[in-house]
């Protein structure tokens, strides 16, 4: 069992920035691939960035590459999501998960081989 709690969003203006962090506890962080997915109004949710469990080893969309950047803190239980140049666009609920029984070089892109969930937090670009 993992527990995942994200924080860190909010409003910003477009141009802004926004670090979203996400704290993990239940199970050695280590052992699990860590992603970061969106959710817009009205769309499905997608992938946003991944990150292998050693941390070696990142996957972004390519709506957010260049402007946002994922990293993990192994030994805080904690992965982060940097986000730079935020567009209107980038305006969805961000969710953190957790997938297990990875190799600790494997970045897991899609969503379906995650198991563990965060609720989630609200992410909003004005123009």
């Known amino acids: 069992q993992v527990e995942l709690v994200e924080s860190g969003g909010g409003l910003v203006q477009a141009g802004g920035s926004l670090r979203l962090s996400c704290a993990a506890s239940g199970r050695t962080f280590s052992s699990v691939a860590m992603g970061w997915f969106r959710q817009a109004p009205g769309k499905e949710r997608e992938t946003v960035a991944a990150i292998s469990r050693s941390g070696a080893n990142t996957y972004y969309a390519d709506s957010v590459k260049g402007r946002f950047t994922i990293s993990r803190d192994n030994a805080k239980n904690m992965v982060y999501l940097q986000m730079n140049s935020l567009k209107p666009e980038d305006t969805a609920v961000y969710y953190c998960?957790?997938?297990?029984?990875?190799?600790?070089?494997?970045?897991?892109?899609?969503?379906?081989?995650?198991?563990?969930w965060g609720q989630g937090t609200q992410v909003t670009v004005s123009s």
């Open positions: 998960a957790a997938a297990v029984g990875t190799l600790s070089w494997r970045v897991v892109s899609g969503e379906g081989a995650y198991n563990y």
